[in-house]
Nanobody
Framework: QVQLVESGGGLVQTGGSLRLSCVAS????????IGWYRQSPGKEREMVAM???????NYADSVKGRFTISRGSAENAFYLQMNSLKPEDTAVYYC???????????????WGQGTQVTVSS
């Protein structure tokens, strides 16, 4: 079983910054499709950022140039740096990852519990 635990959410004013962290634990052989999603009340969950490689990531159009996804070099952790935050960024943010676990290289697909980000105007 692989668990993802997020941290770093909170209340911030418009134009402020927050850094979300997600740490994966368990018998992890590989982490593959790691990313951040968000969901606002009454809306469907949407992809915010997807880590492809150290030099490549996909972002929702609404966050391009403001958010950056990165991966820790020595741990099963990844991050979302959010700058120039806007009230419309208010949502519960979830990290997601899939990959394989030891010893059978069994596939997993896990979500974090979510962390609230609130941007005040």
């Amino acid at each position: 079983q692989v668990q993802l635990v997020e941290s770093g959410g909170g209340l911030v004013q418009t134009g402020g910054s927050l850094r979300l962290s997600c740490v994966a634990s368990g018998d992890i052989y590989s982490l593959n499709a790691i990313g951040w999603y968000r969901q606002s009340p009454g809306k469907e969950r949407e992809m915010v950022a997807m880590f492809i490689s150290e030099d490549t990531a996909n972002y929702a159009d609404s966050v391009k140039g403001r958010f950056t996804i990165s991966r820790g070099s020595a741990e099963n952790a990844f991050y979302l740096q959010m700058n120039s935050l806007k009230p419309e960024d208010t949502a519960v943010y979830y990290c997601h990852a899939d990959g394989e676990t030891w010893p059978m290289l069994s596939p997993f697909d896990s979500w974090g519990q979510g962390t609230q980000v609130t941007v005040s105007s």
